[in-house]
């Protein structure tokens, strides 16, 4: 340090200056210097922050489902429920052009039944005439008597609503009487049940389709005339089945591909 009268040097700690003999004064404390160290970095918090592990919560919104079970197909308005869509007139049309077409079958098989049979007995030799006249006549009138019993049971039938009850499928063997071949097919047959306790069984062979298109638990509506169940709730299908033709459609058309007759949505 310097002396603050005579300016001469002089040691840092002297009280006196040696050359004048004025005396000192302490000099200020200055940062760094050995007798005051440079301020200490300010100290951290007494608890130090800690991060927490669990995730966050959303609470939840009033009426949101916290659980829930997603669906495979997208929901479309109008599929829950029994449709008044049967009564569209689409549906009479089309059941008294069915019957017609039933009735023009049924004589067309007669007839090839009564001029066929006659023919093969006289070719054959194995039947003669006129049996073969009297036979063909009297498979000609099952076929007339079936295509008639199926119209008349459609204007008796009635409307009525039941649950299917039973799905069962079966792998089966049909042996040929007449020879040592096997047929192998899969027998499909599921059963619904009328709300006065009458049972219903349908059976397909290799078809699966109505098979798999009805659920055991399926609340179904019979429609009068119709051998088709027209399911309360499609709201988890992605096809429905038609009414009046009875294929399966896309779940968001509106009518039939094949018939154009309305899709029982609601």
């Known amino acids: 340090m310097f002396c603050s009268q ?18 000192q004064q302490s000099p ?89 049979l006659p023919i093969y007995g006289s070719v054959s030799g194995e039947v003669k005439f006129p049996e ?32 299917v009850v039973d799905k069962r499928s079966a792998r089966r063997t049909q ?9 192998h097919y899969t027998e499909y047959r599921f059963t619904v049940q009328r709300e006065n306790g009458k049972k219903y069984k349908h059976t397909f062979r290799d078809q699966p389709a109505m098979y798999n298109y009805y659920q055991e638990g399926d609340r179904v509506r019979h429609h009068k005339g119709s051998t088709y169940y027209e399911k309360y709730d499609k709201s988890r299908d992605s096809e429905i089945l038609c009414a009046a033709c009875l294929i399966m459609n896309p779940i968001g058309e509106q009518n039939c591909r094949l018939c154009k007759c309305p899709l029982l949505k609601c």
């Open 6 to 23: 005579c300016g001469n040097q002089i040691a840092d700690n002297a009280r006196f200056c040696n050359h004048c003999g004025l005396p």
């Open 28 to 116: 200020p404390p200055q940062q760094g210097s050995p007798h005051q160290p440079f301020p200490q970095a300010a100290q951290p918090y007494a608890q130090p922050y800690q991060q927490s592990t669990q995730p966050y919560q959303q609470a939840p919104q009033p009426g949101f489902p916290m659980q829930f079970t997603p669906t495979p197909y997208p929901q479309i308005p109008g599929l829950v429920g029994f449709s008044p869509k049967i009564n569209d007139p689409a549906f009479a049309r089309y059941n008294k052009s069915s019957s017609k077409y039933a009735m023009v079958f049924g004589a067309v098989l007669a007839f090839i039944a009564m001029v066929g």
């Open 132 to 163: 073969s006249l009297y036979y063909g006549m009297i498979i000609g009138g099952m076929f007339l008597l079936i295509a008639l019993v199926q119209t008349l049971r459609k204007g008796t039938d009635s409307t009525w609503d039941g649950v």
């Open 175 to 183: 042996n040929d009487d007449d020879s040592a071949i096997s047929r």
